[in-house]
């Protein structure tokens, strides 16, 4: 983002003014699509009515950050310096704030034609949107992370649900969610095995909790996880294990005694901002150092 488009979405009088100059240069219908990153939705909507879109979109990507690994380390992250920046966030994770979008511009425009977008997965979401003023819906996560099937699913499971509803037998029917606080209690201890794992010097390539996955490149050693070559490798490491002393400390991982203790365990305090110095805008971005995107074939996990 180069301060053009979520830019000009922020500005109710740039909105009016790039819907104006559409409205002169096609005769079709036009939607203006709204960005969520805003107080105030409704009054970028009503900019866009009044510049002569003939409805709105909602809503738009909404600005996120992906994730922070075990080490402070943003994924993804670009170059050397690992840094990253703010990107568009979509699909189910943001249905609250399209919800909350669509119904605002619905109460604010009554009648204005809405079509909603923002974590539609299923004939009950598609209903939500309904229900909140949306005239039409948007699929795009979804169908990306199945196949266009799925909107032959929504309609068939949206005409159940309008069935359903006309039932009377069943109007107390509905998805209920029950969760306690006992999670709090599994986050303090999660956090506390967070911060030792840390200040573990032979666990400094752990991702949190979770081990290192080798990675099983075509020309490198490794054997593939499958048919005859995983009965190799099985028999190779029950030979391994056969041959070593599980009482003496070696120099094989997991015959390791005793086990690695912490040099130096970090209170809350110490890891408070430590991802700050590798966030920032786009234009901090180096664009020579290109990330590409790697299924290996044999785990077939995603690699940055």
């Excluded at 809405?114 to 539609?120: C, D, K, N, S, Y």
């Excluded at 006992?182 to 573990?200: F, R």
Aim: net charge neutral.
């Amino acid at each position: 983002e180069r301060g053009m488009g979520l830019a000009c979405g922020q500005d109710p009088y740039m909105v009016k003014s790039i819907c104006e100059w559409v409205r002169a240069a096609v005769k079709i219908p036009f939607f203006a699509k709204m960005t969520p990153n805003i107080t105030d939705i409704r009054k970028i909507a009503s900019a866009a009515k009044e510049g002569g879109a003939d409805g709105v979109t909602a809503t738009n990507t909404v600005s996120g950050l992906m994730g922070l690994r075990g080490d402070s380390a943003a994924w993804p992250n670009i170059g050397t310096e690992k840094r990253t920046t703010y990107g568009g966030m979509s699909g189910s994770a943001i249905r609250p704030i399209a919800l909350r979008g669509v119904s605002a511009i619905a109460n604010a425009l009554p009648g204005y034609p809405i079509l909603a977008t923002g974590g539609i997965e299923s004939a009950e979401t598609g209903l939500q949107f309904l229900h909140a003023g949306a005239s039409v819906l948007q699929v795009c996560s979804a169908v990306q992370n199945q196949d266009f099937t799925v909107v032959e699913d929504y309609c068939t499971g949206l005409k159940a649900l309008l069935y359903l509803q006309g039932v009377e037998a069943l109007k107390d029917w509905d998805a209920v969610q029950n969760q306690d606080f006992t999670v709090v209690e599994d986050y303090c201890t999660g956090l506390k095995a967070l911060l030792y794992l840390q200040g573990v010097e032979a666990l400094k390539d752990w991702d949190g909790q979770s081990p290192p996955i080798p990675k099983h490149q075509l020309g490198k050693p490794h054997l593939p996880n499958f048919g005859k070559f995983r009965d190799e490798k099985q028999k190779i490491i029950r030979e391994n294990l056969s041959k070593t002393d599980l009482l003496e400390t070696t120099t094989i991982e997991f015959a390791k005694r005793p086990a690695n203790e912490a040099k130096r365990v970090s209170a809350i305090k110490d890891v408070i901002g430590k991802s700050l110095n590798t966030i920032g805008s786009y234009g901090e971005l180096d664009n020579k150092q290109q990330k590409v995107a790697l299924i290996d074939d044999v785990s077939f996990i995603l690699w940055d």
